[in-house]
């Protein structure tokens, strides 16, 4: 289904963690050094993590992903 998630531009993450502690559904995690969706069933598309961002490195956009399902996420 198309729906509203996150997208991070790893050209302007600095991997400082701040979006996944404000994250309500631990969808993010920095892997890597950067920020990255661990699970797009996670993202509600509220936008928590955009206001947290100190560089302006995630944006919401309408793209292909499963529906919300909080709580389904695997490590
Ligand atoms: S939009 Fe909300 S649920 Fe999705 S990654 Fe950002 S803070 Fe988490
Ligand atoms: S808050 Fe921004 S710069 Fe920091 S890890 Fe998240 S996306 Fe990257």
Known sequence: M???IVAIDERRCTGCGLCTL??????????DG???L???RCCN??????????TGAIVLAGREA???APGRRRD
């Open 38 to 40: 661990a699970d797009d």
């Open 45 to 54: 598309g509220g936008g928590a993590c955009v206001a947290a961002c100190p």
């Open 22 to 31: 404000d994250c309500p559904t631990a969808a993010l995690e920095v892997r």
């Open 2 to 4: 198309r729906r509203t």
């Open 34 to 36: 950067y920020s990255r």
């Open 66 to 68: 499963r529906p919300f």
